[in-house]
């Protein structure tokens, strides 16, 4: 199994920044790339970023939140990041942490941070 808990989400303001953070345990050395979704009101689940666990590591992105947001990942504290600029309101939503295991196709989902983009 693994836990994995997101924190760093709260009320910002259009054009802000947030950095969201999730933290991996257990039996995270079968995990082959981790992530961010994201689920506003009223809308599916839907990717925001992925990277791979190996390596330099293979950011992902969705059109759109290229070149404003940015994953990132430290190995050492099992952690990976979402640095996001120039919030806008419809980033709003609950952003959940993912680690996916492509043997077996398993994926693993944190309890969620609300993100809120509001003035």
């Known amino acids: 199994q693994v836990q994995l808990v997101e924190s760093g989400g709260g009320l910002v303001q259009p054009g802000g920044s947030l950095r969201l953070s999730c933290a991996a345990s257990?039996?995270?050395?079968?995990?082959?790339?981790m992530g961010w979704y994201r689920q506003a009101p009223g809308k599916q689940r839907e990717l925001v970023a992925t990277i791979t666990t190996s390596g330099g590591g293979s950011p992902n992105y969705a059109d759109s939140v290229k070149g404003r947001f940015t994953i990132s990942r430290d190995n050492a504290k099992n952690t990976v990041y979402l640095q996001m600029n120039s919030l806008k309101p419809e980033d709003t939503g609950v952003y959940y942490c993912?680690?996916?295991?492509?043997?077996?196709?398993?994926?693993?989902w944190g309890k969620g941070t609300l993100v809120t983009v509001s003035s």
């Open positions: 257990g039996r995270i050395f079968n995990i082959n790339a």
């Open positions: 993912n680690a996916h295991r492509t043997l077996f196709s398993l994926d693993y």
